[in-house]
């Protein structure tokens, strides 16, 4: 075979496959690259059949996995300087102002300014913020190549899940964490005291029938004792002792009253990211996805060091009330990487994850009538970005330190206990320590001593949780205590 042979050899499939790339992103309604790539990849391959060698792209892989960091993430290629610039457009809706904070600052605005961090890392990045959450299903359902539409949005778990029905088509795929309730969502009863005392009858429960502070209401009287088919949730004209009530949007009820709010249980109510499958499931896709999760969590670092700053440049950007803003601000808790890692099961030990979240909140809203079909098969999330996000960050942020919780507050939630084998004991302190990570967790059990304390050195080893966070002491009937935050 002499040297015009072999060359042909190497050039051929080299030409077909950028042929042959060329055409699935014109069907797939991507941009279309620039041939001067597909023409430089001939030239290298030439350069190769005449024995020059050639210099090998890169394509740096994270630690562990087989995919390439994308170009512009950390531990991946660096983003060549002098190549021109063609920006990948993506979409993001969010349920509020304050749901796209981090964005918006990193972006420079909400279009895009002339410092935004977006523009550098290969994106053109739009944000679009409303106070209506079907407005938000809608734009995701009319994808992001249209003007209204949507690549990715941002609402509350509940809100997503209650909204899945109708979203099913596109196949959603939970696809990161934004933040967690901390204290927006509120629920109130006839004392501060009702969910420590056992409750008999029914239940009215005021409130938005698939809003996030209902699903919290509904949760706690659960856990408290009181089946989900005893409770009934009424929107209009309600007047009962048991409200649901949204702190960031709502006049609030009666102090004596507030029984518990998500500053207590702060990881059962995340703000997700939500992405069509068809932006999760090529890797090019995916590679965009991590590039823009990379710039987030930028602005996420901005807004943390200043939060007043961050709400008066955000309410600057979209005409929100500055004041309403910095109180809606500090009624979240903004998820850094480690707790997008921990929140979908890549840090180890951790028993409350967006997984468990998405099968309890579907639990709960076909119980009472907001869905009607049965859960997915599987749960609809996707750790392959986050999972990249972790594996491609150069540091590796520590979880935030907690103070030692109390045992001398007052009882915030007493859940009871009927003849359940130890491995669910087991199971239901982790998953209480859990929501609720800044209480003290106390098993009251009539089983003797060493019983006792062996369940809670378990749980305690299996979830590792400190000596301070979970005790046990002996009572009349098998109880798990939830003590209120100090």
């Known amino acids: 075979m002499n040297k015009r042979q072999r060359l042909m050899l190497v050039l051929l499939p080299a030409l077909l496959g950028g042929l042959g790339f060329f055409a699935y992103l014109r069907l797939d309604g991507a941009t279309v ?3 001067s790539a597909v023409a430089a990849a001939a030239e290298v391959a030439e350069r190769e059949a005449d024995g020059e060698g050639g210099e090998a792209t890169d394509t740096t892989e994270v630690a562990g996995t087989d995919t390439p960091v994308p170009p ?21 809706v969010g349920l509020g102002a304050d749901s796209l904070a981090p964005g918006i600052l990193a972006n420079g605005g909400r279009e895009g300014g002339p410092e935004s961090r977006f523009t550098a890392a290969g994106l053109s990045a739009t944000f679009r913020a409303s106070d209506d959450a079907s407005a938000v299903e809608r734009a995701l359902a009319l994808g992001g190549d249209a003007e209204d539409g949507a690549h990715l949005i941002v609402l509350p778990l509940p809100t997503f899940v209650a909204s899945y029905e109708r979203l099913k088509a596109l196949d959603p795929r939970i696809v990161g964490v934004a933040a967690w309730s901390s204290g927006r969502d509120a629920f109130y009863g006839p004392s ?15 409130g938005p029938r698939s809003g996030p502070a209902t699903f919290l209401s509904l949760y706690l009287l659960e856990l408290s004792g009181t089946g989900l088919d005893a409770i009934t949730v009424a929107e209009n004209n309600c007047v009962s002792e048991y ?6 949007g709502s006049t609030e009820g009666n102090a004596s009253r507030l029984v518990a709010t998500t500053a207590d249980a702060s990881t059962l109510i995340p703000w997700v990211f939500v992405a069509p499958e068809a932006m999760v499931e090529g890797e090019a896709e995916r590679g965009v996805l991590a590039r823009w999760m990379k710039v987030w969590f930028e602005g996420v670092s901005t807004l943390r060091s200043d939060v007043p700053g961050g709400a008066r440049t955000i309410a600057g950007e979209t005409s929100a009330d500055p004041v309403s803003l910095l109180q809606r601000l500090g009624q979240v808790e903004i998820a850094d990487l480690a707790q997008n890692a921990a929140a979908f099961g890549l840090s180890g030990r951790d028993s409350v994850t967006i997984g468990s979240l998405f099968g ?8 009472t009538g907001v869905l009607a079909t049965p859960a997915p098969e599987s749960v609809p999330l996707d750790t392959r970005v986050v999972a990249a996000a972790v594996r491609a960050s150069s540091a590796r942020p520590e979880a935030p330190s907690r103070s030692a919780p109390s045992f001398d507050t007052h009882v915030l939630l007493s859940h009871r206990l009927s003849a359940e084998e130890r491995a669910d004991v087991v199971h239901r302190i982790g998953w209480l320590a859990g929501l609720f990570p800044r209480s003290g967790i106390e098993l009251r059990s009539s089983q003797n001593e060493g019983r006792r304390n062996a369940i809670v050195q378990e749980a305690r080893a299996r979830f590792g949780l400190s000596e301070e966070r979970v005790r046990a002491r002996r009572g009349r009937q098998d109880t798990l205590v939830v003590y209120a935050v100090q």
């Not at 501060?192 to 005021?206: I, K, T, Y």
């Not at 309890?360 to 119980?367: A, D, L």
């Open 33 to 35: 690259p620039d041939l």
């Open 360 to 367: 309890e909140t579907w639990r709960v809203w076909r119980t």
């Open 72 to 92: 512009g993430v950390d531990g991946g290629p660096p983003v060549d300087a002098g190549a021109p610039v063609e920006l990948t457009q993506l979409r993001v």
């Open 243 to 248: 409200l649901s009530v949204d702190r960031g």
């Open 192 to 206: 501060r005291d009702s969910l420590a005392e056992r409750r008999r009858g029914n239940v009215r429960l005021c």
